[in-house]
């Protein structure tokens, strides 16, 4: 078996290595290689990326170990709002001391999968696991965003709590199940949706097409097309950080002029606003006619 060198892409377990004599404690110290976790080790050569992150998360877990949570949603290339490791074990096992978070589970063969050759919960079932997350509005941004890369829908998760009865956190998964919307594009786009659902605001509808008079076709993040006689369709707008530049701000007074010509309600939603989500909702309730 050839000795392990500074070009050694994949993660490996440095006792086992020293075992077979694929190398010495003493060249494991050097900078030939870097320490990812305990006993986990790579050739320092090796890119600090995401497929690096998961496949070191495993070694270090073990085999029977899957990956699961936050770091499972950003190898689906979803958005999540948060960043921290989870292995699932089917014991109540540790595999040592290291931060990232280990849960004991039985999973199903359907809710297991590999990526990048490390078994990895599925996108669905990533998202049932983040649906018990606290606070709501974050677990339905997550949810949100592993639906819309991998077009899953609410029945899908209602089949994960009706497989699982007994997971602490039911309650909140259906929850977040009814709150849903895999339309949505982007973690604060549901943060707001979900934070004017819980103050009585109607659903909206996310990412409606609207034809401009110039021709040009846009979605609105949250719009209320049909809001009752004698008024005018409401939308709401977040303003990212994309929407601070010139040609951004330029782009945004173009549409909401076209917008303002076929009778749009246009409201614009900073990061800022989204701290007084109780006026806004009031603001939107008004523009509503409720």
Known sequence: MPRLSCRSADPFRG?????????????????????????????????????????????????????????????????????????????SRHPGPGAPRVRRDVLAPGEVTRRWGTPITTPARTAFDLAGRAPLPDAVAAVDALAHAWRFGPDDLAALVDAHPGVRGLVQVRRVIGLMDARAESLPESRLRVGLALRGVPSPVPQYPVRLPNGRGVRLDLAWPCPGAGLRPVALEYDGPEHRTIRGHGLDLDRDAGLDDLGWDVVRVTARQMHDLDALAARVLRKLGL
């Open 15 to 91: 006792s086992f290595a020293v075992a077979r004599g694929d190398v010495t404690w003493e060249r494991l110290r050097r900078h030939e290689f870097r320490k990812l976790r305990p006993d986990t080790y790579v050739g320092s050569a090796t890119p600090d990326d995401l497929w690096l992150r998961v496949r070191g998360l495993a070694v270090w877990a073990g085999p029977e170990a899957v990956v699961a949570g936050p770091v499972a949603a950003l190898a689906w290339e979803a958005e999540c709002p948060w960043d921290d490791d989870e292995v699932v074990l089917p014991t």
